[in-house]
Protein backbone atom coordinates (compact mmCIF):
# COMPACT_ATOMS: atom_id res chain seq x y z
CA UNK A 1 0.00 0.00 0.00
CA UNK A 2 3.21 2.28 0.66
CA UNK A 3 4.09 1.61 -2.46
CA UNK A 4 1.08 1.89 -4.33
CA UNK A 5 0.66 5.64 -2.54
CA UNK A 6 3.97 6.75 -3.24
CA UNK A 7 3.12 5.98 -6.67
CA UNK A 8 -0.11 7.47 -7.19
CA UNK A 9 1.27 10.82 -5.59
CA UNK A 10 4.36 10.80 -7.76
CA UNK A 11 1.47 10.05 -10.69
CA UNK A 12 -0.44 13.31 -9.46
CA UNK A 13 2.07 15.51 -9.14
CA UNK A 14 3.80 14.67 -12.47
CA UNK A 15 0.57 15.16 -14.04
CA UNK A 16 -0.50 18.53 -12.36
CA UNK A 17 3.43 19.87 -13.60
CA UNK A 18 2.96 19.02 -17.33
CA UNK A 19 -0.46 20.48 -17.16
CA UNK A 20 1.26 23.45 -15.94
CA UNK A 21 4.10 23.68 -18.46
CA UNK A 22 1.81 22.30 -21.27
CA UNK A 23 -0.48 25.10 -20.69
CA UNK A 24 1.94 27.93 -20.24
CA UNK A 25 2.81 27.36 -24.22
CA UNK A 26 6.39 26.94 -25.72
CA UNK A 27 8.36 29.09 -23.36
CA UNK A 28 8.04 26.80 -20.32
CA UNK A 29 7.70 23.52 -22.79
CA UNK A 30 10.86 24.09 -24.60
CA UNK A 31 13.34 24.59 -22.05
CA UNK A 32 11.18 21.08 -19.83
CA UNK A 33 11.54 19.36 -23.30
CA UNK A 34 14.95 19.99 -22.86
CA UNK A 35 15.61 18.77 -19.66
CA UNK A 36 13.82 15.53 -19.69
CA UNK A 37 16.08 14.79 -23.19
CA UNK A 38 19.17 15.41 -20.97
CA UNK A 39 17.66 13.08 -18.52
CA UNK A 40 16.34 10.67 -20.60
CA UNK A 41 19.70 10.69 -22.33
CA UNK A 42 21.81 10.14 -19.28
CA UNK A 43 19.78 7.37 -17.99
CA UNK A 44 19.94 5.62 -21.34
CA UNK A 45 23.30 6.28 -21.53
CA UNK A 46 24.10 4.65 -17.67
CA UNK A 47 22.00 1.70 -18.77
CA UNK A 48 23.93 1.05 -21.76
CA UNK A 49 27.59 1.94 -19.47
CA UNK A 50 26.79 -1.25 -17.26
CA UNK A 51 26.41 -3.35 -20.31
CA UNK A 52 30.06 -1.87 -21.48
CA UNK A 53 28.52 -0.17 -24.69
CA UNK A 54 29.80 3.09 -25.43
CA UNK A 55 27.87 6.19 -27.34
CA UNK A 56 29.19 9.70 -28.05
CA UNK A 57 27.90 11.43 -25.10
CA UNK A 58 28.54 14.96 -25.31
CA UNK A 59 26.72 14.38 -28.74
CA UNK A 60 23.57 12.72 -27.76
CA UNK A 61 22.72 15.59 -25.61
CA UNK A 62 23.89 18.37 -27.78
CA UNK A 63 22.03 16.78 -30.85
CA UNK A 64 19.07 16.07 -28.67
CA UNK A 65 18.61 19.86 -27.35
CA UNK A 66 18.79 20.57 -31.07
CA UNK A 67 15.99 18.29 -32.40
CA UNK A 68 14.20 19.86 -29.52
CA UNK A 69 14.44 23.31 -30.76
CA UNK A 70 14.19 22.58 -34.48
CA UNK A 71 10.85 20.67 -33.25
CA UNK A 72 9.44 24.61 -32.44
CA UNK A 73 6.50 24.62 -35.21
CA UNK A 74 6.78 28.68 -35.27
CA UNK A 75 10.66 28.25 -36.57
CA UNK A 76 10.28 28.98 -40.14
CA UNK A 77 10.09 26.05 -42.74
CA UNK A 78 13.23 24.82 -44.39
CA UNK A 79 13.44 26.88 -47.97
CA UNK A 80 12.78 23.44 -50.07
CA UNK A 81 9.15 21.71 -50.02
CA UNK A 82 8.15 18.69 -47.62
CA UNK A 83 11.28 19.14 -45.03
CA UNK A 84 11.45 20.22 -42.02
CA UNK A 85 14.49 21.43 -39.26
CA UNK A 86 14.07 18.07 -37.40
CA UNK A 87 15.20 15.68 -40.44
CA UNK A 88 18.03 18.60 -41.34
CA UNK A 89 19.26 18.02 -37.46
CA UNK A 90 19.11 14.01 -38.04
CA UNK A 91 20.51 13.55 -40.55
CA UNK A 92 23.06 15.95 -39.32
CA UNK A 93 23.57 13.85 -36.14
CA UNK A 94 24.62 10.77 -38.48
CA UNK A 95 26.90 11.92 -40.35
CA UNK A 96 28.85 13.76 -37.49
CA UNK A 97 28.34 10.08 -36.03
CA UNK A 98 30.31 8.63 -39.01
CA UNK A 99 32.82 10.92 -39.32
CA UNK A 100 33.84 11.01 -36.00
CA UNK A 101 33.96 7.23 -35.95
CA UNK A 102 35.99 7.51 -39.16
CA UNK A 103 38.64 9.99 -37.68
CA UNK A 104 38.80 8.67 -34.51
CA UNK A 105 37.67 4.87 -34.53
CA UNK A 106 37.24 2.94 -31.51
CA UNK A 107 36.29 -0.44 -30.41
CA UNK A 108 33.52 -1.52 -32.74
CA UNK A 109 32.40 1.53 -33.71
CA UNK A 110 29.21 0.17 -35.96
CA UNK A 111 27.84 -0.05 -32.41
CA UNK A 112 28.57 3.06 -31.34
CA UNK A 113 26.81 4.74 -34.23
CA UNK A 114 23.90 2.88 -34.00
CA UNK A 115 22.74 3.19 -30.25
CA UNK A 116 23.75 6.50 -30.80
CA UNK A 117 21.60 7.34 -33.33
CA UNK A 118 19.04 4.62 -31.56
CA UNK A 119 18.97 7.11 -28.42
CA UNK A 120 18.58 10.28 -30.66
CA UNK A 121 15.22 8.42 -32.12
CA UNK A 122 14.08 7.20 -28.91
CA UNK A 123 13.87 10.15 -26.80
CA UNK A 124 14.50 13.98 -28.17
CA UNK A 125 12.54 12.75 -31.67
CA UNK A 126 10.09 11.39 -29.97
CA UNK A 127 9.87 14.03 -27.43
CA UNK A 128 10.06 16.57 -30.45
CA UNK A 129 5.99 15.47 -31.02
CA UNK A 130 5.26 16.95 -27.88
CA UNK A 131 5.72 20.32 -29.05
CA UNK A 132 4.31 19.64 -32.36
CA UNK A 133 1.06 18.61 -30.85
CA UNK A 134 0.72 21.36 -28.50
CA UNK A 135 0.61 23.69 -31.24
CA UNK A 136 -1.94 21.54 -34.03
CA UNK A 137 -3.66 23.25 -35.70
CA UNK A 138 -2.78 26.18 -33.20
CA UNK A 139 -1.44 27.41 -30.01
CA UNK A 140 -5.70 27.62 -28.33
CA UNK A 141 -6.43 23.82 -30.23
CA UNK A 142 -3.47 22.45 -29.19
CA UNK A 143 -3.81 22.75 -25.68
CA UNK A 144 -6.85 20.59 -25.89
CA UNK A 145 -5.37 18.28 -28.24
CA UNK A 146 -2.58 17.71 -25.95
CA UNK A 147 -4.76 16.54 -23.35
CA UNK A 148 -6.30 13.79 -25.22
CA UNK A 149 -3.31 11.96 -25.23
CA UNK A 150 -2.59 12.81 -22.01
CA UNK A 151 -5.90 12.06 -19.92
CA UNK A 152 -5.96 8.72 -22.53
CA UNK A 153 -2.71 7.81 -21.65
CA UNK A 154 -3.22 8.02 -17.51
CA UNK A 155 -7.06 6.00 -18.10
CA UNK A 156 -4.83 3.23 -19.90
CA UNK A 157 -2.53 2.89 -16.82
CA UNK A 158 -5.58 2.86 -14.25
CA UNK A 159 -7.69 0.75 -16.12
CA UNK A 160 -4.71 -1.57 -16.75
CA UNK A 161 -3.61 -2.00 -13.05
CA UNK A 162 -7.11 -2.87 -12.24
CA UNK A 163 -8.31 -4.57 -14.94
CA UNK A 164 -5.02 -6.48 -14.18
CA UNK A 165 -5.27 -6.79 -10.64
CA UNK A 166 -8.78 -8.24 -10.32
CA UNK A 167 -9.07 -9.77 -13.70
CA UNK A 168 -5.34 -10.75 -14.84
CA UNK A 169 -4.66 -14.46 -16.13
CA UNK A 170 -3.42 -14.41 -19.08
CA UNK A 171 0.26 -13.06 -19.90
CA UNK A 172 0.29 -10.47 -22.58
CA UNK A 173 4.12 -10.84 -23.06
CA UNK A 174 5.74 -12.93 -20.29
CA UNK A 175 9.05 -12.65 -22.18
CA UNK A 176 9.70 -8.95 -22.12
CA UNK A 177 6.89 -7.45 -19.54
CA UNK A 178 6.10 -10.95 -16.94
CA UNK A 179 3.49 -8.22 -14.78
CA UNK A 180 1.19 -7.60 -18.04
CA UNK A 181 -2.04 -9.64 -18.67
CA UNK A 182 -4.24 -9.01 -21.35
CA UNK A 183 -7.32 -8.70 -19.09
CA UNK A 184 -4.89 -5.78 -18.12
CA UNK A 185 -4.65 -4.39 -21.53
CA UNK A 186 -8.42 -4.24 -22.42
CA UNK A 187 -8.93 -2.58 -19.03
CA UNK A 188 -6.96 0.05 -19.70
CA UNK A 189 -8.01 0.24 -23.80
CA UNK A 190 -11.60 0.14 -22.11
CA UNK A 191 -11.24 2.85 -19.64
CA UNK A 192 -9.65 5.52 -22.03
CA UNK A 193 -12.22 4.99 -24.70
CA UNK A 194 -14.61 6.20 -21.84
CA UNK A 195 -12.29 9.23 -21.26
CA UNK A 196 -11.48 9.99 -24.70
CA UNK A 197 -15.52 9.79 -25.73
CA UNK A 198 -16.44 11.77 -22.90
CA UNK A 199 -13.96 14.28 -23.51
CA UNK A 200 -14.40 14.68 -27.56
CA UNK A 201 -18.17 14.90 -26.85
CA UNK A 202 -18.17 17.66 -23.97
CA UNK A 203 -15.71 19.68 -26.53
CA UNK A 204 -17.67 18.81 -29.50
CA UNK A 205 -14.34 18.10 -31.11
CA UNK A 206 -14.62 14.75 -33.67
CA UNK A 207 -17.38 12.10 -33.97
CA UNK A 208 -17.74 8.78 -32.02
CA UNK A 209 -15.62 6.75 -34.55
CA UNK A 210 -13.28 9.57 -33.97
CA UNK A 211 -12.92 8.85 -30.16
CA UNK A 212 -13.19 5.31 -31.19
CA UNK A 213 -10.28 5.35 -33.17
CA UNK A 214 -8.32 7.73 -31.44
CA UNK A 215 -8.74 6.07 -28.24
CA UNK A 216 -7.53 2.69 -29.34
CA UNK A 217 -4.53 4.19 -31.15
CA UNK A 218 -3.83 5.65 -28.19
CA UNK A 219 -4.20 3.23 -25.64
CA UNK A 220 -2.15 1.19 -28.24
CA UNK A 221 0.75 2.97 -28.51
CA UNK A 222 0.51 3.91 -24.62
CA UNK A 223 0.95 0.14 -23.85
CA UNK A 224 3.68 -0.58 -26.66
CA UNK A 225 5.78 2.42 -25.55
CA UNK A 226 5.34 0.51 -22.18
CA UNK A 227 6.52 -2.84 -23.55
CA UNK A 228 9.42 -1.03 -25.40
CA UNK A 229 10.70 0.22 -22.68
CA UNK A 230 10.59 -3.04 -21.05
CA UNK A 231 12.42 -4.38 -23.56
CA UNK A 232 15.00 -2.20 -23.93
CA UNK A 233 15.55 -2.44 -20.34
CA UNK A 234 15.87 -6.48 -20.29
CA UNK A 235 17.88 -6.48 -23.09
CA UNK A 236 20.00 -4.33 -21.46
CA UNK A 237 19.78 -6.26 -17.85
CA UNK A 238 18.32 -3.25 -16.07
CA UNK A 239 15.20 -3.24 -13.82
CA UNK A 240 14.46 0.39 -13.69
CA UNK A 241 16.12 3.24 -15.83
CA UNK A 242 16.77 5.12 -13.16
CA UNK A 243 15.87 6.42 -9.83
CA UNK A 244 14.93 10.11 -9.75
CA UNK A 245 10.67 9.30 -9.21
CA UNK A 246 9.65 8.08 -6.47
CA UNK A 247 7.67 4.81 -6.84
CA UNK A 248 8.13 5.10 -10.83
CA UNK A 249 11.83 4.22 -11.35
CA UNK A 250 13.43 6.91 -13.44
CA UNK A 251 12.35 9.86 -16.29
CA UNK A 252 12.21 7.01 -18.89
CA UNK A 253 9.71 4.74 -16.86
CA UNK A 254 7.59 7.43 -16.74
CA UNK A 255 7.91 8.82 -19.66
CA UNK A 256 7.88 5.68 -22.17
CA UNK A 257 3.81 5.50 -22.28
CA UNK A 258 4.00 9.51 -23.95
CA UNK A 259 6.64 8.63 -25.84
CA UNK A 260 4.22 6.54 -28.44
CA UNK A 261 0.91 8.18 -27.30
CA UNK A 262 1.52 11.70 -28.11
CA UNK A 263 3.42 11.15 -31.48
CA UNK A 264 0.30 8.49 -32.00
CA UNK A 265 -2.11 11.13 -31.84
CA UNK A 266 -0.12 14.20 -33.51
CA UNK A 267 -0.13 11.84 -36.72
CA UNK A 268 -3.86 10.69 -36.65
CA UNK A 269 -4.68 14.94 -35.64
CA UNK A 270 -2.78 15.55 -38.72
CA UNK A 271 -4.08 12.79 -41.17
CA UNK A 272 -7.34 12.65 -40.22
CA UNK A 273 -9.07 15.79 -39.03
CA UNK A 274 -6.64 18.20 -40.61
CA UNK A 275 -6.46 16.86 -43.89
CA UNK A 276 -3.82 18.81 -46.00
Known amino acids: MES ?3 RVLTSVVG ?3 VSLVVWIG ?31 RVSLGVFGAAIIVASLPMI ?17 ALGYLLVMEVMRPGERPLERVVYSLFGLLYIPW ?18 LYFALPLLATFAADIGGYFGGHFFGRRKLAPEVSPGKTVEGALGGLAFSFVIVLLMTQLTQIGSPLD ?3 LSLLVASASQLGDLSESLIKRALKTKDSGSSLPGHGGFLDRLDSL ?5 ATYLFLTISLFPR
Do not use: H, Q
Open 4 to 6: LST
Open 15 to 17: FAA
Open 26 to 56: WVALLPALVVLSVMGLFEYIRMLDRNDIDVR
Open 76 to 92: PAPPWEGGSWREVVLTA
Open 126 to 143: LLGYFLLLRYTPDGEAGL
Open 211 to 213: ALL
Open 259 to 263: LFAVP
